[in-house]
């Protein structure tokens, strides 16, 4: 089975300062995995996912993942932090039964 | 495009009632819906696997009999909460399957908050 672990429940960054959220996964073949952002009482909103085409995804609002193999992660990074960036982010993996597994979630809050 | 929508967004019901949540996609047919639960300060709990045509797939330690789904066309999914009790209260969140590019990717609704009293 699969799973993803994301590392830190909680990120504080300062507006303009680089953003970078941790996902580790664990995948017996080949996985997709995806990062989504959810706002307060909102559902997810699809944020990049990796397909084995490219291992530096960019996604949309600024943000980019790069899958590496010999580590299992797939970091999210965005150069600049704004304030529209506070939300909670999810990592998740799926493989073949294109069932999402999601990571517990890390909560980002921007700092003015 | 690819929006999926839930309906109600919110709603309060007594205890013992039922309640019906829809799932719709709406500019794009899904064969493929899940649902999910969420707790306050949470990760998603997938709840069931609804496939169109079918009965739905439901995963370990879900009651099928408490949660109803039923996904009668392309772009219709439905959760039907059966004798709802407080502790049914929660966010629950559907997504559909649409085949993009490599693979497939799941598009969400915004949320039902349900409140059982």
């Known amino acids: 089975a699969q799973s993803v672990t994301q590392l830190g429940s909680h990120v504080s960054v300062s507006e303009g300062a680089l953003v970078l959220l941790r996902c580790n996964y664990s995948?017996?073949?080949?996985?997709?995995l995806f990062w989504y952002v959810q706002y307060p009482n909102q559902g997810l909103q699809l944020l990049l996912k990796?397909?084995?085409?490219?291992?530096l995804v960019k996604g949309i609002n600024g943000f980019e993942a790069e899958f590496k193999k010999s580590e299992t992660s797939f970091h999210l990074t965005k150069p600049s932090a704004h304030m529209s960036d506070a939300a909670e982010y999810f990592c998740?993996?799926?493989?073949?039964?294109?069932?999402?597994?999601f990571g517990a979630g890390t909560t980002v809050t921007v700092r003015a | 495009g690819a929006v999926v929508s839930q309906h109600p967004s919110w709603v309060i019901c007594k205890s013992g009632t039922s309640v019906k949540i829809e799932c719709r996609s709406l500019?794009?047919?899904?064969?493929?819906m899940f649902w999910y639960r969420q707790f306050p300060k949470q990760s998603l709990m997938l709840m069931a696997t609804?496939?169109?045509?079918?009965?739905?797939?439901?995963e370990q330690g879900v009651e099928k009999d408490k949660f109803l789904i039923n996904h009668a066309s392309l772009t219709l999914s439905t959760l039907t909460v059966t004798s709802a009790h407080p502790e049914d209260s929660s966010f629950y969140i559907c997504?559909?399957?649409?085949?993009?590019?490599?693979?497939?990717?799941?598009?969400f609704g915004p949320g039902t908050r349900l409140t059982v009293t």
């Open positions: 500019d794009f047919q899904a064969t493929t």
């Open positions: 990796y397909t084995s085409a490219a291992t």
């Open positions: 995948s017996s073949v080949p996985p997709y």
């Open positions: 609804s496939n169109e045509g079918s009965k739905a797939t439901y």
């Open positions: 997504s559909a399957n649409l085949l993009a590019g490599v693979g497939y990717e799941q598009y």
């Open positions: 998740a993996v799926s493989v073949n039964d294109y069932k999402l597994s």
